[in-house]
């Protein structure tokens, strides 16, 4: 069984790849994972993880 790791889309992505990974991850369609990140991000939180995932995320 193939281990999945989370990485950073570099062919999926609108900003930095974030939302793009998540969804190649948990096999979801990316404008679900970043329609749900844009209702997360209207609190300071989302937009602070954000930041921080797109900084420790490696780039497949």
Do not use: Q
């Not at 281990?3 to 900003?15: A, D, G, P």
């Not at 990316?30 to 930041?51: C, D, E, H, K, Q």
């Amino acid at each position: 069984m193939e281990e999945k790791k989370l990485y950073r889309s570099s062919t999926n992505k609108m900003i930095s790849g974030v939302c793009g990974g998540v969804a190649e991850y948990i096999n979801v369609d990316p404008t679900i994972v970043r329609l749900l990140w844009v209702i997360f991000g209207l609190t300071s939180i989302g937009i602070f993880a954000y930041i921080i995932a797109a900084i420790i995320m490696p780039v497949k």
